[in-house]
């Protein structure tokens, strides 16, 4: 929603800089982790995901690896563009929660010209 | 054009009210959710449906109620019950409940007047 970056973590990189955002997650037993890109006043999208079988996967300009030992997960934007300013956030599916996704609270990233 | 809507974009409520939050969806989902967002905060779960004419309390039930009747209808009241209903509404959907994306529609706030 408009306040949603409230009190939340922000990562500042200038343009054409690369970003790396971090997520630290809950429960081993997850296997699916979903990446989202909120703007303000409007609804999440989807921007990669990878399961837990894989370490990394890459896709336009992004990349996301997953470190299952130290329960991590990261995504990193080439090339940062202005338009890349919101909150991102990961959410885990945990089999165990009866198979739904748990959402962490975000990062914001503000791009500088 | 496929994807989620929902209406309406903005809602008012005067205390006492009941009101009923839109969510329709094309992309021929089973499984459908409704989140409620607050500022600085993740995502928090209040129903879900697996399929048509299930659905199931998420953490956040208390105050809220749902129906589904049509695969792709998944409405919301919202009960002069919850006691602090003023957030932002997001609706998803996803082909099947458990490891899969999910799609966010582009939310309501609603606010107690």
């Known amino acids: 929603g408009e306040n949603v970056g409230l009190h939340l973590p922000t990562l500042s990189v200038q343009e054409g800089d690369n970003s790396i955002i971090n997520c630290a997650y809950s429960n081993s037993a997850s296997d699916y982790f979903i990446w989202y890109k909120q703007e303000s006043g409007k609804g999440p999208q989807f921007i990669i995901d990878?399961?837990?079988?894989?370490d990394k996967r890459q896709g336009q300009r992004v990349t996301v690896l997953l470190n299952k030992t130290v329960k991590h997960l990261s995504l990193q934007i080439a090339a940062t563009q202005p338009g890349d300013s919101a909150v991102y956030f990961c959410a885990e599916n945990i089999s165990e929660y009866g198979n739904k996704l748990v959402f962490g609270a975000g990062t914001i990233l503000r791009v500088k010209s | 054009d496929g994807g989620i809507t929902q209406s309406p974009k903005y809602l008012f409520r005067k205390e006492g009210q009941n009101v009923t939050l839109s969510c329709e969806q094309n992309l021929n989902h089973d499984a459908m959710y409704w989140y409620r967002q607050d500022p600085g905060q993740g995502l928090r779960l209040i129903y879900y449906s697996q399929i048509v004419n299930d659905f199931q309390k998420g953490d956040i039930a208390e105050g809220y109620s749902v129906s589904r009747e049509k695969k792709e209808s998944f409405p919301l009241t919202v009960t002069s019950a919850q006691k602090n209903p003023t957030a932002f509404y997001l609706c998803a959907s996803s082909t099947y409940l458990g490891a899969d994306t999910q799609y966010f529609g582009p939310g309501t706030r609603l606010t107690v007047l």
């Open positions: 990878i399961r837990s079988n894989m």
